[in-house]
């Protein structure tokens, strides 16, 4: 009989399980044990995140902004993936520290030793499955949550109508540094800001409230005030609409003005791809927030520019949680004698979360200030929760 389409499902599925059946009896044992509380922490906390974050808002905007219920749960859909993310490094907390206080309050681990069996050695499936859930929350985070955040503003806006959030973006601010043109033929006038783009908004492709400021000459200033301006793909140019320019002649202190329909002006489009940048990290893949930074600097924004370059190592340290909480949660439960109910674990997960979040934020906050580097700003939490981490693995192997 030929085979159906299930037969490589079928085969991939045996494979797993021979895999599975060469792990050591004892990991085996405890992947299984962690196994329940994980799913348990990940469910619970997925639902208390998302009641308090989106549920609670998208029920007011039902009953107060008319909301549709079809668009309510679309947005709910797309938001959960961002939930999950943070559920996965409090749900690994919850289930090493549950699993393994209950095997040692039942004297399991106790057991375990008398047969010499190190703690650490008891610790290294927790360790391995919070290194997979590292991995899961990196991909999470950078392939899925940033589409479905997109796809939930787009959703919610275009529900409520208003325009798309994609589209749009306010006081977009360009500068542009490079040679200025002396004033004598073979002179020197050296380099500096040689044009500056401000636009009051950005909306569906087109700035309006347009102003450019041109210091490109040492003997000219030109200013171009325009109520649109759009970028033209086919001569590289902005198109300048219904605006008045202004020619300064700083040598004879002479202004000569005029108004304009269409006025074209030969500049980069990257105004437009800075109005175009979500304002919030959350909407960017790593690869977007680095293209975003590169932006940024060009556009002689460095206080953003510096929040992003966080922000990006902060989308490499979030993960790595999972391996804290790891390591934290089954260096106490491991401790002989340890017993710990769900519910005392499910609070001293929110205690633990609380404090290390609380950590974060105060060390993100001190590198968008530039007080530190960008990634110890990202990296010292985790590194200072490893480090915790171990001291008490180690008191927990006296």
């Known amino acids: 009989m030929a085979p159906t389409w299930t037969e490589p499902l079928r085969r991939q599925s045996q494979k797993l399980q021979r895999q599975w059946r060469t792990l050591p009896l004892l990991d085996r044992w405890l992947f299984a044990e962690m196994l329940g509380p994980l799913l348990f922490g990940i469910a619970a906390f997925t639902a208390v995140s998302l009641s308090v974050g989106v549920v609670f808002e998208l029920v007011r905007k039902v009953a107060e902004a008319g909301l549709p219920l079809w668009a309510a749960g679309k947005v709910l859909a797309l938001r959960m993936p961002g939930f999950l993310v943070l559920s996965f490094p409090m749900a690994t907390l919850m289930a090493t520290l549950l699993a393994f206080s209950r095997l040692s309050g039942s004297s399991e681990l106790t057991a375990l030793r008398s047969i010499g069996v190190k703690t650490w050695r008891m610790v290294v499936p927790a360790l391995v499955l919070a290194a997979l859930m590292t991995l899961l929350t990196f991909v999470f985070n950078d392939v899925i949550v940033p589409s479905a955040n997109y796809s939930a503003s787009n959703v919610l806006d275009s529900a409520l109508g208003r325009a798309l959030s994609a ?232």
């Open 167 to 398: 589209q749009t973006g306010k006081n977009v601010v360009y500068s542009r540094f490079g040679r200025i043109t002396p004033k004598e033929p073979g002179g020197n006038a050296g380099e500096g800001l040689t044009q500056l783009f401000y636009a009051k908004e950005f909306k569906n492709g087109e700035m309006q409230g347009v102003t450019l400021l041109d210091f490109s000459r040492e003997d000219q200033q030109q200013v171009l005030t325009a109520n649109t301006a759009v970028w033209d793909e086919n001569r590289a140019m902005w198109e300048f609409r219904n605006g008045r320019i202004l020619n300064i002649d700083a040598a004879n202190n002479f202004t000569t003005s005029a108004n304009y329909t269409s006025y074209y002006y030969p500049f980069t489009r990257a105004p437009q791809d800075v109005g175009m940048l979500p304002s919030d990290a959350a909407q960017m893949t790593v690869a977007q927030a680095r293209r975003a930074e590169a932006l940024l600097v060009q556009a002689g924004d460095q206080k953003e520019a510096r929040r992003l370059r966080v922000r990006i190592q902060e989308k490499f340290a979030f993960p790595a949680i999972c391996l804290v909480f790891g390591l934290i949660g089954s260096s106490l439960g491991v401790r002989p004698n340890s017993r710990t109910s769900r519910s005392q674990g499910f609070g001293i997960s929110v205690l633990l979360i609380f404090g290390y979040y609380l950590m974060s934020f105060i060390f993100s906050s001190l590198g968008i200030k530039g007080t530190l580097y960008p990634f110890f700003a990202a990296w010292l939490p985790v590194l200072i929760g490893l480090g915790g981490g171990l001291v008490l693995l180690r008191k927990a192997s006296r």
